[in-house]
Nanobody, 122 residues
Framework: VQLQASGGGLVQDGDSLRLSCVAS????????IAWFRQAPGKERERVSC????????YYTDRVRGRFSISRDNAKNTAFLQMNSLKPEDTAVYYC????????????????RGQGTLVTVSS
């Protein structure tokens, strides 16, 4: 079972990035998918979650209106479109699978791969 995040990079304030999360070893549509991030010296926080049906999406206030989560179950892939990036968005981003988006704690999710580093310069 793997969840591989990719698409990070070094961008400037106001730029956009699209992260991808490719699942292998299991069927993505059986799980909710969440994106977490962890900045240096800070705890890992959940930024977004998408239910098994794409109609249910959730965002932390810090990214609402700028980030958009989506999934393509046929391709076993989830995405996080990040627009209007800010320096405070700098972090390692991870995707994880879970059973419901009402859970916020990292302990309720399975992290099955490396994260991808997003660096936003001012």
């Amino acid at each position: 079972v793997q969840l591989q995040a990719s698409g990070g990079g070094l961008v400037q304030d106001g730029d956009s990035l699209r992260l991808s999360c490719v699942a292998s070893g299991f069927t993505l549509d059986a799980y909710v998918i969440a994106w977490f991030r962890q900045a240096p010296g800070k705890e890992r926080e959940r930024v977004s979650c998408i239910g098994t049906s794409e109609g249910s999406t959730y965002y932390t206030d810090r990214v609402r209106g700028r980030f958009s989560i989506s999934r393509d179950n046929a391709k076993n892939t989830a995405f996080l479109q990040m627009n209007s990036l800010k320096p405070e968005d700098t972090a390692v981003y991870y995707c994880a699978r879970g059973t419901r988006c009402s859970y916020y704690s990292t302990s309720k999710y399975e992290f099955r791969g490396q994260g991808t580093l997003v660096t936003v310069s001012s």
